[in-house]
């Protein structure tokens, strides 16, 4: 049987998939490209560049299984796979940490302005007065979706002394004691933090969730932070929000429309750290979500069973 590695993962990886497959790597695969190959394979394995749509599944004749390295899964049209009978698996837990790190990473870089200041003085400027940050400590951060990387992010934020207020339709009361954190309605998150981050994925239920309607009743000065999914946080609105000083500062790392474009309106929002969709991009996460992501697939066209996404 053969499988595509369409969108070029950790060696290891490859070599599970070498030990059974008949393994073709392609690394940023053009979307004609895998139209025209797509219906040579059995299974094939996506990060997030490659869009497994519709029109590639109905190409896909011999198609039996699609492995996900990593966790959002809004790049495969799950219903027409199902439809098909093909399989979709995802690896939900390798970037869990990854994720929460490069979170934390984007609260602190935010909060203490590093990235400009560390742009500002290669160009030789001595800025000490005009980078006064703010500190996590005592401040109410708000995570909306409490799952791992929310949980995770909340433990992290607590060892720096924030108090949490969580939003999760599926979080039970015992779960949030067990966590340490408050749960509340989406509007009291809204009210009462001084720092919000997002952690769902996007569907239509979340997307928008965080629009100029409810940027008005957050605190003036408010600071956000998205590493989840783009669309999850209003993009024109945020933009307007942070230059109107309604929103003090914003991170974000994932954009409805990736690369980001630059006519974005987030491109030329000012107080804003960007990175380029990178929540899962460290070593140790690609080679994980890769790895399971292989096994899942393995498994998947030898017959055994697999938990799909
Ligand atoms: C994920 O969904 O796993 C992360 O956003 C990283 C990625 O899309 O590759």
């Not at 997030?48 to 519709?54: G, L, P, W």
């Not at 005592?138 to 939003?167: E, Q």
């Not at 309607?213 to 989840?228: E, Q, S, T």
């Not at 000083?245 to 107080?271: K, M, Y």
Request: hydrophobic share 45%; charged share 25%.
């Amino acid at each position: 049987m053969k499988v595509l590695v369409a969108d070029g993962v950790s060696q290891k990886a490859v070599d599970i998939l070498q030990k059974n497959f008949d393994v073709v790597i392609k690394d940023k695969l053009p979307a004609e490209e895998l139209l025209e190959i797509i219906p040579e394979f059995d299974g094939v394995i996506v990060r997030s560049a490659s869009k497994i749509t519709k029109e590639v599944i109905d190409k896909a004749a011999n198609l039996k299984v699609i492995g996900r390295a990593g966790v959002g899964t809004d790049n495969i049209d799950i219903p027409a796979a199902t439809e098909r009978g093909i399989i979709v698996l995802n690896a939900p837990e390798g970037n869990t940490i990854a994720a929460t790190e490069h979170t934390m990473a984007m609260m602190l870089s935010m909060s203490r302005m590093i990235p400009i200041a560390n742009e500002t003085l290669h160009k030789g400027e001595w800025n000490r007065k005009k980078y006064v940050g703010v500190e996590l400590r005592g401040k109410t951060l708000g995570v909306i979706g409490l799952g791992r990387i929310g949980s995770g992010v909340a433990k992290r934020a607590m060892s720096f002394d924030m108090k949490i207020i969580a939003y999760d339709p599926y979080l039970n009361e015992d779960r949030a004691q067990a966590l340490g954190v408050k749960i509340g309605t989406l509007d009291d998150v809204v009210k009462n933090a001084d720092f919000i981050t997002v952690h769902m994925p996007l569907t239509p239920q979340t997307k928008n969730m965080l629009n100029k309607d409810n940027i008005a009743k957050m605190k003036k000065g408010i600071r956000l932070v998205n590493c989840a999914r783009g669309g999850i946080i209003n993009e024109q609105d945020l933009a307007d929000g942070l230059k109107s000083g309604q929103i003090a500062a914003a991170a974000i790392d994932v954009f409805t429309s990736e690369p980001l474009a630059q006519d974005n309106p987030l491109a030329s929002a000012p107080n804003i750290v960007l990175t380029p969709h990178l929540g899962a991009s460290t070593v140790e996460a690609q080679i994980g979500v890769a790895i399971d992501a292989s096994n899942g697939v393995a498994a998947a066209l030898k017959g055994e069973p697999v938990s799909t996404a």
